[in-house]
C-alpha cells in the first residue's frame, strides 16, 4: 500500500526557514518523481516544485524560485523541501505526490497526472 507522509510544518516568523519531508512507503522510491503543492486559504492547490526520478531534473514555480530548494534521499525513501526566507503568503498546506517515471517540463505541476498524494502538513508565517 502506498503511502506517503508530510512532516515539519508549523509555525515561523517571516524571513524564517522549514524544512518539509516526505516519507515514503509502500513502493520503490526511486522509480517515482515528486512534487511538492500547497493550498492556501481561499485559493486553489498549486504546484511549488517538483523533482524527476532518472535524471533529477529540478523545477520550481516563480513564487519560491531562489527560496525553497526540493531534495530527495532514495535510500532513506524521503524527499525534502526547503523553504527559506518564507512570507506570510507562504501560509499554506503542504502535500506532497507522486508521479511514476521521469517528470517533464511542461506538465510537473499538472495535478491530475499525480497518482498518490500525502495528507499534507499546515506551513503558518506568521508575525
Known amino acids: 500500500q502506498v503511502q506517503l507522509v508530510e512532516s515539519g510544518g508549523g509555525l515561523v516568523q517571516p524571513g524564517g526557514s522549514l524544512r518539509l519531508s516526505c516519507a515514503a512507503s509502500?513502493?520503490?522510491?526511486?522509480?517515482?518523481?515528486i512534487g511538492w503543492f500547497r493550498r492556501a486559504p481561499g485559493k486553489e492547490r498549486e504546484g511549488i516544485s517538483c523533482?524527476?526520478?532518472?535524471?533529477?531534473?529540478?523545477y520550481y514555480a516563480d513564487s519560491v524560485k531562489g527560496r525553497f530548494t526540493i531534495s530527495r534521499d532514495n535510500a532513506k525513501n524521503t524527499a525534502y523541501l526547503q523553504m527559506n526566507s518564507l512570507k506570510p503568503e507562504d501560509t499554506a498546506v503542504y502535500y506532497c505526490a507522486l508521479y511514476r517515471g521521469m517528470m517533464h517540463r511542461n506538465t510537473w505541476s499538472y495535478q491530475k497526472i499525480y497518482r498518490h498524494w500525502g495528507q499534507g502538513t499546515q506551513v503558518t508565517v506568521s508575525s
Open positions: 523533482i524527476s526520478t532518472s535524471d533529477g531534473s529540478i
Open positions: 509502500g513502493f520503490t522510491f526511486g522509480y517515482y518523481s
